[in-house]
């Protein structure tokens, strides 16, 4: 099975390529809602964030609260580095099952969408790294429109994440998504007819 690392940044528009690939019928593995399955269910996952954190980040349910833990997490890098030693590997162990799944239907290709690629080290799971790139300033003006931020909390989590200048250098596809939705869906389709043979 090839695959693909969809990645970006916060306000690229990577769900916006996700959404196009699952369109066309390529199964999409998403990161963030394997983390927020874990942080809802896993019962392991569960006691071992609060035997690390506490028991202040649970909510009324017994499940993580995310937005306390978010909140806390983005102002506190060593906080941060801790959760992710946590959570990713019990993320990507959860994602390759579900690929393993997808192999005996019979799926050819398949997505890892994953916010944090580069970050975690999760390029060494993939074939191919495609980044949906934006310029920064549109980046910052594109979160503030869509979430409920301040300037200075759009700021923390777009420096929570590694630049999108230093992700393209890193990509072998990248796909800039500055521009409106239909001229992103038009490079996506040259991209995928040309290498992949893919043709609508």
Not at 116 to 128: I, T
Not at 129 to 158: G, M, N, T
């Given at each position: 099975?090839?695959?693909?690392?969809?990645?970006?940044?916060?306000?690229?528009?990577?769900?916006?390529?996700?959404?196009?690939?699952?369109?066309?019928?390529?199964?999409?593995?998403?990161?963030?809602?394997?983390?927020?399955?874990?942080?809802?269910?896993?019962?392991?996952?569960?006691?071992?964030?609060?035997?690390?954190?506490?028991?202040?980040?649970?909510?009324?349910?017994?499940?993580?609260?995310?937005?306390?833990?978010?909140?806390?997490?983005?102002?506190?890098?060593?906080?941060?580095?801790?959760?992710?030693r946590i959570v990713h590997p019990r993320v990507v162990e959860s994602?390759?099952?579900?690929?393993?799944?997808?192999?005996?239907?019979?799926?050819?290709?398949?997505?890892?969408?994953?916010?944090?690629?580069?970050?975690?080290?999760?390029?060494?799971?993939?074939?191919?790294?495609?980044?949906?790139?934006?310029?920064?300033?549109l980046q910052i003006l594109r979160v503030l429109a869509r979430d409920?931020?301040?300037?200075?909390?759009?700021?923390?989590?777009?420096?929570?994440?590694?630049?999108?200048?230093?992700?393209?250098?890193?990509?072998?596809?990248?796909?800039?998504?500055?521009?409106?939705?239909?001229?992103?869906?038009?490079?996506?389709?040259?991209?995928?007819?040309?290498?992949?043979?893919?043709?609508?």
């Amino acid at each position: 099975m090839f695959t693909i690392g969809l990645t970006g940044g916060i306000g690229s528009g990577k769900s916006t390529v996700a959404q196009w690939f699952k369109e066309h019928g390529v199964p999409v593995l998403d990161a963030d809602k394997t983390v927020h399955r874990l942080l809802q269910t896993d019962s392991s996952t569960i006691s071992t964030l609060v035997h690390e954190f506490g028991p202040e980040i649970l909510g009324e349910n017994g499940e993580i609260n995310r937005t306390k833990l978010g909140s806390w997490i983005f102002c506190n890098e060593d906080a941060r580095k801790r959760l992710e030693r946590i959570v990713h590997p019990r993320v990507v162990e959860s994602m390759k099952d579900e690929q393993a799944a997808l192999r005996n239907t019979g799926a050819k290709f398949c997505v890892w969408d994953v916010p944090l690629l580069f970050e975690a080290g999760f390029e060494k799971f993939v074939n191919e790294v495609w980044v949906v790139w934006v310029p920064r300033d549109l980046q910052i003006l594109r979160v503030l429109a869509r979430d409920k931020l301040s300037p200075a909390e759009v700021e923390a989590r777009i420096a929570a994440q590694a630049s999108l200048d230093e992700k393209r250098k890193q990509a072998d596809v990248v796909i800039d998504n500055s521009g409106s939705e239909s001229e992103t869906e038009r490079q996506l389709e040259k991209i995928w007819e040309k290498s992949y043979g893919y043709n609508r």
